[in-house]
């Protein structure tokens, strides 16, 4: 007997399944990335969005706290997507570089700058002589 005879028709059947199954995964990721590229051009910027809660608003839909949260989150989003820095930040902008801020939630704390959530000021710094690369502490 010969046993390579007797093998060819497993090895053909297998290597049938392993093009089938290369065909499929080719056929998925092209369906996903069709998928996923009909998602992004059907999404609705924050303009448009924007622009659909104003109408909802004055229809009465929604509250007007309700639009400004709305209104709020959208332009948090927007600064994310973009990737703005405030003009501090920018090279060649007046002043230190500072950190972007969100929207304050409803109902969240949020002192002013130098102030504490009482509205007390906060302390001076205090400088004890470390060396100049020692960062400034404050008194608690």
């Known amino acids: ?3 390579g005879q007797n093998l060819t028709p497993y090895i053909v059947t297998v290597g049938v399944l392993i093009v089938v199954v290369i065909v499929a995964g080719l ?3 092209a ?3 069709r998928l996923n ?3 992004e051009q059907g999404e609705m910027g924050a303009g448009g969005m924007l622009e659909t809660m104003r109408a909802m608003r004055d229809r009465g839909e929604i509250s007007e706290e309700e ?3 709305a209104q709020a989150a959208l332009v948090v989003r927007a600064g994310r997507e973009r990737g703005e820095n ?3 930040d920018q090279a060649g902008g007046p002043g230190p570089a500072r950190a972007r801020t969100r929207a304050p939630l409803p109902g969240e704390l949020v002192a002013r700058p130098g102030y ?3 509205g007390e000021p906060l302390p001076p710094p205090v400088r004890d002589g470390g060396g100049e690369n020692r960062p400034d502490s404050r008194r608690v």
């Open 1 to 3: 007997m010969n046993t």
């Open 27 to 29: 056929v998925l990721v």
């Open 31 to 33: 369906l996903r990335a």
């Open 37 to 39: 590229g009909a998602d």
């Open 67 to 69: 639009y400004r949260t």
């Open 86 to 88: 405030s003009g501090a």
């Open 116 to 118: 504490d959530l009482t």
